[in-house]
């Protein structure tokens, strides 16, 4: 069946070259098991790549022996990952990576990387969520979110949103979903997930695109304010929501010219970590931003931000030039060198098995 699944994708993965561009790829055999009973081990590094070079990738790391395998899903399956990896989920022993400019879900077995099943039909996916036996698939571009079955790896349905043509990061509280809608937009979505419509949104600031939620059902916005060629920036903010109500508790408000992203809850559920040229954590009943960086960067990029929801540890995506092969910091909950890893172009997205 993985012989025939590569075959049909051949031709539609990428949006330049072909399959095998350079030859066939060998298949390797992995086995990273994560025995019944015990704590599961490992990270997941996807790394975005170059925009219309098809060379987003993904990695796996074993922080207890510093083992790192690179190009995993590539060596796995005999057929490179695609264009610009955006991110990546695990949810009922399968590992689902979102490549967007290919317009593909992958779902991957998360000890062998070997493909189990593909989600096709989307355009422009962005992140995926889940709620039991059904997948919601976020869209760059279309004025509407995918409802997946799991099961079937079909598109069953889709929830509109019509004034709002790019759907971001999700996050599930009760029977809500809550939704970020990033480019060019001011809302947050609340999907009412008996009826599969939307029941409301959260205005805050320009262009809102991580959220998380933390130990005490707060939900967490991080806007950048908006950029580019048809926006007119605004300085960002960090938002703290009731997730039972919607209400905003608290709106933080960054300098103009700051550039936060990376949202992450730590281990706890009581610290909230996010980048702005440094790493920065506060308290999730904090009053006002951090005055000093927790970790500052020196000679960096620090692109992405990911927290490993049991050990604490913290993880920084470094692009380096965009260009070459990133690096990742690993560090402790309190700070610490750990590890540096060099991994793929452009690490952008943190999965923790």
Excluded at 79 to 97: P, R
Excluded at 280 to 290: F, I, S
Excluded at 330 to 346: E, M, N, Y
Aim: glycine content about 12%.
């Amino acid at each position: 069946m993985k012989t025939a699944v590569r075959a049909l994708l051949c031709g539609a993965v990428f949006s330049v070259g072909g399959c095998m561009k350079y030859g066939p790829v060998p298949e390797e055999r992995f086995s990273y098991p994560m025995p019944p009973g015990e704590e599961p081990e490992g990270v997941f590094i996807v790394c975005e790549g170059n925009f219309m070079y098809g060379n987003a990738s993904l990695s796996f790391y074993l922080p207890s022996s510093g083992e790192l395998q690179n190009e995993v899903f590539a060596r796995a399956n005999g057929m490179k990952l695609g264009d610009v990896a955006q991110s990546m989920t695990i949810h009922d022993g399968t590992a689902y990576i979102v490549v967007n400019n290919s317009g593909i879900v992958f779902g991957i077995d998360p000890e062998t990387f070997r493909i189990e099943r593909v989600i096709r039909g989307i355009g422009s996916p962005r992140y995926i969520c889940f709620n039991d036996s059904v997948a919601y698939v976020t869209s760059l571009y279309e004025p509407r979110i995918a409802v997946v079955d799991v099961a079937t790896a079909a598109v069953a349905d889709y929830i509109e949103t019509p004034d709002h043509t790019s759907t971001e990061q999700m996050a599930i509280w009760g029977d809500t979903l809550y939704v970020s809608c990033w480019s060019y937009d001011d809302a947050v979505l609340m999907v009412d997930l008996t009826s599969g419509e939307v029941a409301g949104e959260i205005g805050v600031r320009s262009q809102p695109r991580q959220i998380a939620l933390d130990g005490d059902g707060r939900l967490w916005v991080l806007t950048d304010g908006g950029y580019g060629e048809g926006s007119s920036p605004k300085p960002p903010a960090l938002y703290r929501i009731d997730a039972a109500s919607g209400s905003i508790e608290r709106e933080f408000v960054f300098r103009m010219g700051d550039t936060p992203r990376g949202l992450a809850v730590g281990a706890g559920g009581d610290t909230v970590y996010f980048l702005n040229g440094d790493v920065w954590r506060m308290d999730t009943d904090a009053e006002e931003l951090p005055r000093e960086p927790f970790i500052p960067a020196s000679n960096t990029i620090y692109y992405a931000l990911g927290v490993d929801p049991r050990r604490g540890d913290i993880y920084v995506g470094d692009a380096i030039d965009y260009q070459q092969q990133g690096v990742v910091y690993r560090f402790s909950a309190d700070g610490r060198g750990l590890d540096t890893l060099r991994v793929g172009i452009i690490p952008t997205d943190f999965c923790f098995r």
